[in-house]
T-cell receptor, first 115, second 109 residues
Framework: NAGVMQNPRHLVRRRGQEARLRCSPM?????VYWYRQLPEEGLKFMVY????????ESGMPKERFSAEFPKEGPSILRIQQVVRGDSAAYFC?????????????FGPGTRLTVT | GDSVTQMEGPVTLSEEACLTI???????????LFWYVQYPGEGLQLLLK?????DKGSNKGFEATYRKETTSFHLEKGSVQVSDSAVYFC????????FGQGTTLQVKP
């Protein structure tokens, strides 16, 4: 059973460009979480999705950021018109269910650098 | 809101020394508690967890006990190795994970 897959592992974008980060959850997992790790900081929750639904986006910046988890295919985190402050490591995690009893499994992360 | 506070690092130890990384939390309800480890350039790996008060999580020589009375989940290891050098994150889970700021551990030979 393959783990959580994220691609690309490293992404370089110029200011004003768009960044698209992909996350394929573990087989059988329908819950996906995105977290952001800024340099020298801990991870901060961004958004929680189930297939075709955004359940909790309380950690998402109000502008330029969006996420989706379509019925088919990976979850996508999209950042429009990137700025230098978006440079960070973005991790996704997947889980087979919701609630405290279900463990989240993390992908290797995408490290975004904005030049 | 719910939050996690970890002791600040970096923590530098000699091989075979004892390790304690303090973690305290604030939460409503009954969260699960976790320790994750992050090696350089990699994602997070679950190290251990505890789902209710007085539970002890353990893995690879690391232990932590869920103390509801002191709202703590301190990470301990009796004898660290160079290979334990990493960043350690304490987290609680009422649903989404809420992380502490991380503690860098460096173990010298």
């Amino acid at each position: 059973n393959a783990g959580v897959m994220q691609n690309p592992r490293h992404l370089v974008r110029r200011r004003g460009q768009e960044a698209r980060l992909r996350c394929s959850p573990m087989k059988g997992h329908s819950h996906v979480y995105w977290y952001r790790q800024l340099p020298e900081e801990g991870l901060k929750f961004m958004v929680y999705l189930q297939k075709e639904n955004i359940i909790d986006e309380s950690g998402m910046p109000k502008e330029r950021f969006s996420a989706e988890f379509p019925k088919e295919g990976p979850s996508i985190l999209r950042i429009q018109q990137v700025v230098r402050g978006d440079s960070a490591a973005y991790f996704c995690a997947s889980s087979p269910g919701q609630g405290v009893a279900y463990e989240q499994y993390f992908g290797p992360g995408t490290r975004l650098t904005v030049t | 809101g719910d939050s996690v506070t970890q002791m600040e690092g970096p923590v530098t130890l000699s091989e075979e020394a004892c390790l304690t990384i303090n973690c305290t939390y604030t939460a409503t309800g009954y969260p699960s508690l976790f320790w994750y480890v992050q090696y350089p350039g990699e994602g997070l790996q679950l190290l251990l967890k505890a789902t209710k008060a007085d539970d002890k999580g353990s893995n690879k020589g690391f232990e932590a006990t869920y103390r509801k009375e002191t709202t703590s989940f301190h990470l301990e290891k009796g004898s660290v190795q160079v290979s334990d050098s990493a960043v350690y994150f304490c987290a609680l889970k009422p649903g989404k994970l809420i992380f502490g700021q991380g503690t860098t551990l460096q173990v010298k030979p």
